[in-house]
């Protein structure tokens, strides 16, 4: 036998793990690339952090831990959601899964029936309809272009719900976008979905900590819908931790049980050291996070006002996490030497091989007029980029 399922045929390789790969082989021919699109802070871990890995190293924590995570680490996160987003969790409503991104999985599979629609707004983060796809699930994609912030209105979800309507992802801030929900917004669309008793929430927060605008808000905190959502988090992105793998969510008890089941049977629980760091992470000095934040808001302001020097390139403002979305559909059609520009993949492989920056075509996240930058690299990379992204830009005619 030689060829593989149908669940996996349909599914699509990672965009942005692809474009990453290309980047560091390219690099390893010792051409010196600067990698804007991978998708993780650049900083290190905090070292109170490590040293709370180090310690439970010596302790011996080298056991199996619990499936849905080790019960301090589970305290540690109901006190971060009562502190940070006046949100009250049991630690049996909590499971700790290896990632944010298996959070998601745990949550799709755990939910949906062959044929259930789960709404999502595009741009989304690649990962969400693929797993819909794992799940046997159908995805409904709602667009929301530049001009309205890529933020999806309260009537386009409502022209979107079926009866087969299970579940909405919603990311805020977003990834790819960077846009922000505000507690307004989220309240209009939590009022359409009070209106509909069997949708879940999937509230993706996991870059909740770069954010820009003032304080996160969560649609969990909305009383009429706040047993239908599932949030989404992690350590990934506010502490700098995205390799130690720890995500979680905290969900209603019904849905934490079957993730626990779910988890129990494939992977169990997480990493029992990452666990403890995670603790440490939670519970520990939050001054890193704003020091982190402030670095990343300066970075979007430094790229901002760059890319809006760049003729042709439609940018909006991004209110958190660390990426560019620009539209960049003007330079389709449009030629340098051998290259013609026929797609926003092919413009992100023109800008990699021509001038040895790696981007993201906006296709993969439902948006192929656009073009995913990561500014989660240092300042001097990034004028250095945009530097050579205009002047790749200014060839094609």
């Known amino acids: 036998m030689t060829h593989v399922s149908d669940r996996i045929a349909q599914l699509s390789p990672s965009e942005t793990l692809a474009m990453s790969q290309k980047s560091a082989e390219l690099k390893a021919q010792g051409i010196d690339v600067i990698n804007l699109s991978v998708g993780e802070p650049d900083f290190f871990t905090p070292d109170h952090i490590k040293e709370a890995a180090h310690k439970a190293i010596d302790n011996n924590f080298s056991f199996y831990s619990p499936v849905p995570g080790y019960a301090d680490l589970r305290e540690a996160i109901a006190g971060k959601l009562k502190r940070e987003n006046a949100l009250d969790y049991t630690l049996n409503q909590i499971v700790v899964s290896n990632g944010a991104k298996q959070a998601v999985c745990n949550v799709l599979l755990s939910i949906l029936n062959p044929g259930d629609e789960v709404i999502v707004p595009a741009p989304y ?99 009429a819908i706040r047993d239908r959502v599932v949030v989404i988090n992690g350590v990934s992105k506010a502490y700098a931790m ?127 007029q656009c073009l995913r930058l990561s500014y989660a690299t240092s300042d001097a990379n990034l004028v250095e980029a945009i530097s050579r992204i205009r002047q790749a830009l200014s060839a094609l005619q």
């Open 125 to 223: 983060w690649v990962s969400y309809v693929e797993m819909v796809k794992l799940a046997e699930g159908v995805n409904i994609i709602v667009s929301a272009g530049i001009d309205q912030d890529f933020k999806i209105t309260p009537d386009q979800l409502e022209a979107a719900i079926t009866p087969r309507t299970r579940a909405l992802i919603l990311c805020s801030p977003s990834n790819p976008t960077g846009s922000v929900y505000s507690r307004l917004e989220l309240e209009k669309l939590a009022d359409v979905i009070a209106r509909h008793p069997d949708i879940m929430v999937l509230s993706d927060e996991i870059y909740e900590h770069i954010n820009y605008v003032g304080d996160h808000q969560s649609i969990a905190q909305f009383e």
């Open 242 to 368: 995205t390799g130690w793998r720890i995500g979680f969510i905290a969900a209603p008890l019904w849905l934490a049980k079957a993730c626990n089941t779910l988890q129990g049977q494939y992977t169990s629980g997480a990493g029992s050291i990452a666990q403890k760091a995670s603790v440490a992470a939670f519970s520990g000095n939050q001054a890193c996070v704003r020091e982190m934040r402030d670095a990343f808001l300066r970075r979007r302001d430094l790229v901002v006002k760059l890319c809006k020097e760049i003729p042709d390139l439609k940018i909006n403002v991004p209110q958190g996490a660390f990426y560019l979305f620009p539209e960049v559909d003007a330079y389709f059609g449009r030629s340098a030497g051998h290259y013609t520009i026929n797609d926003a993949a092919g413009l992100a492989m023109y800008l990699l091989e021509t001038a040895h920056v790696a981007t993201v075509g906006g296709a993969a996240f439902g948006a192929p």
